[in-house]
């Protein structure tokens, strides 16, 4: 199955001069998803993680189908102040200035090995932060696994190399 066939591409959004890979039309086909989880799930049984951190806010939806797939529990990594009680965060550089990445305090008591999914690897500032949140906050990375990746942008290129990055459409 094709899965860059049902990614909608939307020119000049969200600015002119950028082309959107929108992947709401996979997500609203139900076999492509179904797809999109059994390959991801794959990515699951190789890095044999203990539990799926989520990156906001398409990271929760492709992490918990993955996570109710595979039955491992999922953890929220999340924009500053929508976390209840303690967080433990840490704060990243932009194109444009800077963001927070938070994340519960004990999430990853224990040091559980964690993958990171998003939807989507473009520039990998916010893959990378949460690589680094993920240690700072007690757990183990033991890879990522992405949608889509853009390739040209060399997101990639900023997350710890001894960590597999895998990605399932792959845009050059």
Same mark, same amino acid.
């Given at each position: 199955?094709?899965?860059?066939?049902?990614?909608?591409?939307?020119?000049?959004?969200?600015?002119?001069?950028?082309?959107?890979?929108?992947?709401?039309?996979?997500?609203?086909?139900?076999?492509?998803?179904?797809?999109?989880?059994?390959?991801?799930?794959?990515?699951?049984?190789?890095?044999?993680?203990?539990?799926?951190? =989520?990156?906001?806010?398409? &990271? *929760?939806?492709?992490?918990?189908? /993955? #996570?109710?797939?595979?039955?491992?529990?999922?953890? @929220?990594?999340?924009?500053?102040?929508?976390?209840?009680?303690?967080?433990?965060?840490?704060?990243?550089?932009?194109?444009?200035?800077?963001?927070?990445?938070?994340?519960?305090?004990?999430?990853?008591?224990?040091?559980?090995?964690?993958?990171?999914?998003?939807?989507?690897?473009?520039?990998?500032?916010?893959?990378?932060?949460?690589?680094?949140?993920?240690?700072?906050? =007690?757990?183990?990375?033991? &890879? *990522?696994?992405?949608?889509?990746? /853009? #390739?040209?942008?060399?997101?990639?290129?900023?997350? @710890?190399?001894?960590?597999?990055?895998?990605?399932?459409?792959?845009?050059?």
């Amino acid at each position: 199955m094709d899965l860059r066939q049902l990614v909608r591409d939307v020119p000049d959004f969200p600015k002119p001069g950028i082309l959107f890979r929108d992947l709401t039309p996979l997500m609203r086909d139900p076999r492509s998803w179904q797809e999109v989880i059994r390959q991801l799930e794959e990515v699951c049984e190789r890095l044999q993680p203990d539990l799926i951190v =989520g990156i906001e806010s398409r &990271g *929760f939806i492709v992490g918990m189908a /993955l #996570a109710t797939q595979v039955a491992l529990g999922f953890v @929220p990594v999340r924009k500053p102040g929508k976390l209840p009680g303690s967080v433990t965060g840490v704060d990243y550089a932009l194109e444009y200035g800077t963001d927070r990445l938070e994340i519960i305090s004990d999430a990853l008591e224990g040091g559980p090995r964690v993958m990171v999914v998003d939807d989507l690897l473009a520039t990998g500032g916010t893959a990378a932060a949460c690589a680094e949140l993920v240690e700072a906050a =007690g757990g183990k990375l033991c &890879g *990522f696994g992405f949608v889509a990746e /853009l #390739a040209a942008l060399e997101g990639r290129r900023r997350l @710890p190399e001894e960590h597999p990055v895998e990605s399932l459409i792959i845009y050059t």
